[in-house]
């Protein structure tokens, strides 16, 4: 069975880091891009930022990228079979759940939702004093 683990979120004072992980079982990260997406409630889900198979490329989302650069980045290790997305210096409106995606076989990658065939489950960040 296909698909993706999602751990490491949780509640965060506003100032502090989180770094949440994406772990694929039933295949490897290997020729799959991943992207990190965010969902906040009553919102749409939207994307924070995406990562190549080879790590080489890395995108921010269109809606929030100006928000979350400089403090979010997305890695990899493929060895690992695992994606992680570190976020620093969290922020209240950074609270939303978070997914991790994946899909075989592109280049380079995307933050459109709907181009992506795996999901994570989703985690809880609650950024909160």
């Known amino acids: 069975q296909l698909r993706l683990v999602q751990s490491g979120g949780g509640l965060v004072q506003p100032g502090g880091s989180l770094r949440p992980s994406c772990y694929s079982s039933?295949?490897?990260?290997?020729?799959?891009?991943a992207g990190w997406f965010r969902q906040a409630l009553g919102k749409e889900r939207e994307a924070a930022l995406c990562?190549?198979?080879?790590?080489?490329?890395?995108?921010?989302?269109?809606s929030v990228g100006d928000s979350v650069k400089g403090r979010f980045t997305i890695s990899r290790d493929n060895a690992k079979n695992t994606v992680y997305l570190q976020m620093n210096s969290l922020k209240p409106e950074d609270t939303a759940v978070y997914f991790c995606?994946?899909?075989?076989?592109?280049?380079?990658?995307?933050?459109?939702?709907?181009?992506?065939?795996?999901w994570g489950q989703g985690t809880q960040v609650t950024v909160s004093s």
């Open positions: 995606a994946a899909e075989p076989g592109v280049a380079g990658c995307s933050t459109l939702a709907n181009e992506y065939t795996y």
């Open positions: 990562i190549s198979d080879d790590g080489g490329s890395i995108y921010y989302g269109d």
């Open positions: 039933g295949f490897t990260w290997d020729y799959h891009a």
